[in-house]
């Protein structure tokens, strides 16, 4: 079973910024692309930046050129730091990744959710 949290959450004033972060544990092989959704009330799940196992990126038009993603294969993590923080960014952020168990399962699982809210 593997499994993810998040931490970095909060509140914060529109133009400040956050730094989000996921952990991967469990039985883990190999873990391919990663990503950060996001989810606000009434809207779906959107994909808000994602990173391959070799560090190409993309990101949702809206949050380019304020947020970063990046990760650390060694030790399973994902980042998100975003800066210029607006009220529209609020919402419910998600890490997201695709792992291979040690026993060769692959499957693709989520975190429990942090909390981002920006203030006007």
């Known amino acids: 079973q593997v499994q993810l949290v998040e931490s970095g959450g909060g509140l914060v004033q529109a133009g400040g910024s956050l730094r989000l972060s996921c952990a991967a544990s469990?039985?883990?092989?190999?873990?391919?692309?990663m990503g950060w959704y996001r989810q606000a009330p009434g809207k779906q799940r959107e994909l808000v930046a994602g990173?391959?196992?070799?560090?190409?990126?993309n990101y949702l038009d809206s949050v380019k050129g304020r947020f970063t993603i990046s990760r650390d294969n060694a030790k399973n993590t994902v980042n998100l730091q975003m800066n210029s923080l607006k009220p529209e960014d609020t919402a419910v952020y998600y890490c997201?990744?695709?792992?291979?168990?040690?026993?060769?399962?692959?499957?693709?699982?989520w975190g429990q959710g942090t909390q981002v809210t920006v203030s006007s």
């Open positions: 997201n990744a695709g792992v291979t168990s040690a026993s060769g399962s692959y499957y693709v699982t």
């Open positions: 469990g039985s883990i092989f190999s873990i391919n692309a």
């Open positions: 990173i391959t196992r070799s560090g190409s990126t």
